[in-house]
């Protein structure tokens, strides 16, 4: 199984409805982050959590909410989803306690909003 | 600010050729490296990282990179491509912790016959 799970895999809404990503990890990692691709853009940080209490905004936070309800769960919502936000969303974790922190991603969400 | 910059949008090499894809960064201190690989549908795979040390590292899938502080750059290569090789590369810069991964724009390679 893989160790970072999200779901759905792939999701079509329309503009102002309200939508949840959810990021699921067993490998233990108190770290967590939501990431947005878009072609010729890279990957830019959306959200990341260092653990359950520890909530943070990253370089593109607005138009997006997250929920962190337990160690191994990390939701992202779209409170009133926009066109503009349709692109390729990544989750990934990382374990603080390791010297050579690295992040591991999951397989991605597709999402088009109409 | 710390920032990363993949000069090369699109790249086609032929199969059995070697490879070099460019990274060049922007960081304060000594930044952490990395290289991850998308395939077509698939998510990001972590090929190799530089924390310390050597400044040549190695990596899954044949890959290698080195890291040269004069030239703030963090260049892939592989001696000979697959065509399994075709997918998208991203470079990637962190600090300590590395609550802020800063991801280059991706360089996209074709591999043809």
């Known amino acids: 199984d893989a160790d970072v799970t999200q779901t759905p895999r792939n999701r079509i809404t329309k503009t102002g409805k309200r939508i949840m990503l959810e990021c699921s990890q067993t490998?233990?990692?108190?770290?967590m982050y939501w990431y947005r691709q878009d072609p010729g853009l890279g990957l830019r940080l959306i959200y990341y959590s260092f653990d359950v209490k520890d909530i943070n905004k990253g370089e593109i936070s607005d138009g997006y909410s997250v929920s962190r309800q337990a160690q191994a769960k990390f939701s992202l919502s779209l409170e009133s989803a926009i066109p503009n936000q349709t692109a390729l969303y990544f989750c990934?974790?990382?374990?603080?306690?390791?010297?050579?922190?690295?992040?591991?991603f999951g397989p991605g969400t597709r999402l088009l909003v109409l | 600010a710390q920032s990363v910059t993949q000069p090369d949008i699109h790249i086609t090499v032929s199969e059995g050729a070697s490879l070099e894809l460019r990274c060049n960064y922007s960081?304060?201190?000594?930044?952490?490296l990395f290289w991850y690989v998308q395939s077509p549908g698939q998510g990001l795979q972590l090929l190799l990282k530089y924390f310390s040390g050597d400044t040549l590292v190695q990596g899954i899938k044949g890959f290698e990179a080195e890291f040269k502080r004069s030239q703030s750059s963090f260049n892939l290569r592989k001696p000979s491509v697959h065509w399994s090789d075709a997918a998208e590369y991203f470079c990637a810069v962190g600090n300590f912790g590395n609550e802020k991964l800063t991801f280059g724009t991706g360089t996209r390679l074709t591999i043809i016959p």
């Open positions: 990934a974790t990382s374990d603080p306690g390791t010297a050579e922190e690295t992040q591991y």
């Open positions: 960081y304060g201190a000594t930044p952490y």
């Open positions: 490998k233990g990692h108190d770290r």
